[in-house]
């Protein structure tokens, strides 16, 4: 076996296994009855309708993995603007700017955070861009924020 198979099969195995490990961490604390509705519900027509509660659970709810970190560690997503905006096929969707809260503030493993934040919200079609708040960079000592702006992959705005 090469060295890229092998590499390739232990990221694999490791990805299974943090997304089991994920799934359990989450089973304990979410309510499926919730999380059916949540997930039953249009993102658009929600920011239409002002946002509110169900917006933020809505979001949630289509995260994958990185929604275990951010329940596990006492974190959420807040949404600091919302914009419904027509493709050229029609079609509506939404500009999202999102910011975090509680423990996930300031935390060492934000790069990952944000950008899962935003790959999971991107794979879902009532989603077009996924941008942060600028302001969440304050919270950030001067090299950790210079280092989020330049490789989080993320946009601030």
């Known amino acids: 076996m090469a060295d890229d198979d092998l590499t390739d099969s232990y990221a694999q195995e490791v990805a299974a296994s943090m997304s089991a490990e994920a799934e359990a961490r989450l089973a304990e604390v979410v309510n499926p009855d919730d999380e059916a509705r949540f997930a039953s519900l249009s993102l658009v027509e929600l920011v239409l309708a002002g946002g509110g509660p169900d917006l933020v659970g809505a979001i949630m709810v289509r995260l994958g993995d990185v929604r275990a970190a951010l329940v596990g560690h006492g974190g959420a997503v807040i949404v600091d603007y919302g914009k419904v905006i027509t493709q050229q096929n029609g079609s509506q969707s939404l500009e999202l700017q999102l910011n975090l809260d509680g423990a996930c503030v300031a935390c060492g493993g934000a790069p990952g ?4 934040i935003q790959n999971d919200l991107l ?5 077009s861009a996924v941008t942060f708040s600028a302001t969440m ?15 989080a992959n993320v946009t601030f705005v």
């Open 137 to 151: 960079l304050d919270y950030f000592d001067d090299l950790t924020a210079e280092f989020l702006q330049l490789h």
């Open 113 to 116: 955070t944000l950008q899962g």
């Open 123 to 127: 794979m879902d079609k009532e989603v």
